[in-house]
């Protein structure tokens, strides 16, 4: 069964799992990570943004048990997680370009493929809600872990910008 998973983007196109699971080392170069893209120097920062909103590079990734994936491109942010709900609407949704997605709807599926590449995932429609709750479930537990390692200052500014604890539709 393909799998979702919300994913941080580094510079060089490598790109991080995000869940409750993260080492201390994973856990500290997300922090980093969330700091320097927004102009910070420290996390610290984050607290005295003038931006309504921090931004986070990634988005989610659909990956077969294989390790075979479709992976967010530029310009994509971990903010649209929830965007993948749309699909069930058959509305396409924004993964980024350099490389981008291709997303086609055949029948009940719809079919995901990175710009260039051979690989095409085929998801089923109806596995969408269980998928999108799944990358909730791996968000709520990077909440946790931010709110354990860093304060509740820093959980509440990523549960504002990812809409993280909110329901679902």
């Known amino acids: 069964m ?3 998973e919300p994913v941080l983007e580094f510079d060089d196109f490598t790109f991080l799992h995000l ?22 120097d420290e996390l610290s920062d984050l607290l005295h943004t003038e931006d309504d909103m921090t931004l986070l590079p990634g988005g989610v990734r659909a990956t077969r048990p294989s ?3 479709v992976t ?3 310009c994509c942010g971990l903010d649209e997680w929830r965007s993948w709900i749309s699909l069930l609407d058959r509305e396409p949704i924004w993964m980024g370009h350099d490389p981008g997605v291709v997303q086609k709807f055949v029948g009940d599926k719809v079919h995901l493929s990175q710009e260039g590449g051979e690989l095409t995932l085929k998801l089923p429609l109806r596995d969408i809600p269980t998928l999108v709750a799944q990358v909730r479930t791996d968000l709520l537990g990077l ?3 931010v709110e354990a390692h860093a304060g509740p200052e820093y959980a ?7 809409t993280i604890t909110d329901p679902l539709p």
Do not use: H, V
């Open 19 to 40: 869940s409750g699971d993260l080492s201390p080392t994973d856990l500290n170069a997300f922090l980093r990570r969330w700091a320097e893209y927004n102009q910070g």
């Open 72 to 74: 967010p491109g530029c």
């Open 67 to 69: 390790g075979a994936a």
């Open 143 to 145: 909440l946790g872990l």
């Open 156 to 162: 509440a500014i990523l549960d504002r910008d990812l």
């Open 2 to 4: 393909i799998r979702l």
